[in-house]
């Protein structure tokens, strides 16, 4: 007996339509490698090297020059990189489905994540590495002219705000791709971990790059604190003050604090003295005082201090009033930490306290109590922690007074007038009572002054869950970390449902076909009969893999005969076809909802030329 041959193998058909997405495919994937190029080179590019070579001359610096002047527009190219692999990789598994079947989709994508992450991604992103400025100069003036298309600007910023919506904390306004001064702080970080800087380097790092954003306000000594003399007092005794106050320079007011007419230096008042000139009114020897707005930028301070050699300036606000007053030794320890000598009375600005606790002056800033314990206390009008406190309490507040904020209590202590002199921060143990609100009095925190030297780092694990909790349109930390699983779960959900669907149309389509053409068709039994019994068998197949038959359609949709035979002969090939009703969204364990798509599967195979009990000339088959 003749040994039956089994289901005929299909050709891979490729069709005009296939061909243009082929094209596409190869297009995308060339833009994917250039957008690449551009990106890591673009910010591998510092901007002094891009004035470099526009000085030089070479061509594209100047785009390049101004591109860097706007960092954000690096955030078009991230968008366009990625639109195109997306849009690339659905095309790829477009036409993988379209030739293969389901196994030609998992194909395609497996071969589609190789060659994007050799040829798209790490091959262009090396060569750009290798070659900055190379690249950076043939990139810029494309890029430029991308970016300052009106509609792909304003889709990448709507797209980068509904980020900063849904994400907690305060966001990026420019964006998360753009190379920041928190890159370079994680590579500082990086650095120390490594052993290739020291903590102390990588400190003054981050000093060195808070120092720009920082104005004359932040640094200045306030009003309350300044040390004054009037214009009438005697040298001699101008030089009493300077002596007991330990300071070389004093302002010189004319009136009240508001009227600083000049600044007294004590190597000009003892020449006075020296030259017997001790009774005579400091305003005779005085120099004059600069006078500088609280918002001036402390770099351009110590430059024009450098210039104009000058180591005293008066801070004035939007007013005009005094706000405080400025010197160089202020600005220097904004770098370097503070400057002690040997007449200077030791009163730390931050004192540990056991239990991860810190007390700090009132006048610290809200960046070094943030950073100390790595915490987020909200910024504002104000700079200094008691800033803070006087607008969470909304008053003066009392001795030992304390507000809750963030999973730490503010204690406010040393109150001096209408000053808070020392700030105690603790964190806040949870209760199962109601706690104290914001501005309600408590009892100063129990073992205050208690030194631990390892206070500061023991806060951040103690309470890292409280605190972290940022909040940006309502959405907090946590929920929004639900939000993420629940959209995940869904997705993963619905993209199963869509290939669980397309395995068991295959399935349908194949059982249908292999039962048609397995039928016998002689004496009582039909074609139309083989055909509904195929059709039971594919219905039967799907309900075997889980699906309602009610939404799924098997039919017979082709029949092709050779050498001249028709109908259900040997040789026949015939053709299934499987179609199911996907619903638009798939919740687990409950259900589909919604009118969704269609999902359809093709299926062929050869009636047996040698089975008996089937019409039709085996002769006609050649």
Request: charged content about 20%; hydrophobic content about 45%; aromatic content about 6%.
């Amino acid at each position: 007996m003749a040994a039956f041959p089994g289901p005929t193998t299909l050709a891979v058909t490729v069709g005009a339509a296939d061909l243009w997405l082929l094209v596409a495919i190869g297009v995308l994937l060339i833009f994917s490698v250039l957008l690449s190029v551009a990106e890591t080179a673009l910010v591998r590019v510092p901007r002094p090297r891009a004035d470099d070579l526009a000085a030089e001359g070479r061509p594209g610096a100047d785009a390049l020059v101004k591109l860097l002047a706007r960092p954000d527009h690096v955030t078009t190219v991230v968008f366009l990189r990625v639109a195109c692999q997306l849009v690339e990789a659905t095309l790829v598994g477009i036409v993988g489905d379209r030739l293969l079947g389901v196994a030609g989709l998992i194909l395609a994508t497996a071969v589609n994540v190789v060659i994007v992450f050799v040829i798209a991604e790490t091959a262009p992103k090396t060569w750009a590495v290798l070659n900055p400025e190379r690249a950076a100069l043939a990139a810029a003036g494309p890029v430029r002219a991308l970016a300052a298309f009106p509609p792909l600007r304003l889709m990448t910023r709507g797209l980068i705000g509904l980020a900063n919506v849904v994400l907690p904390g305060r966001g990026l306004q420019q964006g998360p791709f753009v190379s920041s001064e928190e890159e370079l702080l994680a590579v500082a970080e990086v650095s120390v971990e490594e052993g290739v800087i020291e903590e102390e380097e990588r400190a003054l790092i981050e000093s060195i790059i808070e120092f720009g954003d920082t104005v004359v306000r932040e640094v200045m000594v306030p009003r309350p604190d300044m040390v004054t003399v009037p214009a009438d007092f005697r040298v001699a005794d101008v030089m009493e003050v300077l002596l007991l106050n330990g300071y070389s320079r004093l302002p010189v007011c004319s009136g009240t604090l508001d009227d600083v007419t000049g600044l007294a230096y004590a190597k000009d008042l003892m020449a006075a003295e020296r030259d017997g000139k001790g009774d005579a009114p400091v305003a005779s020897h005085m120099r004059p005082a600069r006078f500088v707005p609280e918002t001036k930028r402390v770099p351009e301070m110590l430059r024009e201090m450098q210039r104009d050699k000058f180591h005293m300036a008066i801070v004035v606000d939007e007013y005009g009033g005094t706000a405080g007053l400025v010197t160089l030794e202020d600005i220097i320890e904004e770098l370097v930490g503070e400057i002690a000598d040997e007449f200077d009375v030791d009163d730390p600005l931050v004192e540990p306290l056991a239990g991860g606790g810190i007390r700090v002056h009132g006048r610290t800033s809200l960046d070094e109590v943030n950073d100390l314990l790595h915490t987020r206390f909200p910024e504002g009008d104000w700079d200094t922690i008691g800033g803070l406190i006087y607008d969470l309490m909304g008053h003066v507040p009392a001795e030992g007074e304390a507000v809750t904020l963030a999973g730490w209590r503010l204690t406010a202590q040393r109150i001096q007038g209408r000053r808070i002199g020392r700030v105690t921060i603790t964190p806040d143990p949870p209760s199962s009572g109601p706690g104290p609100g914001p501005g309600s009095a408590s009892a100063p925190e129990a073992g205050a002054g208690a030194g631990d030297p390892n206070g500061l780092h023991a806060a951040p694990e103690q309470s890292r869950g409280s605190r972290d909790s940022g909040q940006v349109a309502g959405i907090e930390a946590i929920p929004f970390g639900i939000l993420i699983f629940v959209v995940g779960a869904l997705f993963i959900a619905n993209v199963w449902a869509v290939v669980d669907a397309k395995s068991a149309v295959d399935a349908a389509a194949r059982e249908a076909t292999r039962h048609y053409v397995e039928s016998q068709v002689d004496g009582s039994a039909t074609a139309d009969a083989a055909a509904d019994a195929a059709v039971d068998a594919g219905l039967a197949a799907l309900a075997a893999r889980g699906r309602d038959p009610s939404q799924a359609t098997v039919e017979l949709t082709g029949l092709d005969g050779v050498g001249g035979q028709s109908g259900f002969t040997r040789c026949a090939r015939a053709t299934f076809t499987a179609e199911y009703e996907v619903p638009a969204l798939t919740i687990p364990w409950i259900g589909g909802f919604g009118d969704g798509f269609t999902v359809t599967s093709h299926h062929s195979e050869l009636v047996d030329p040698f089975r008996g009990g089937v019409p039709g000339s085996s002769q006609s088959c050649a």
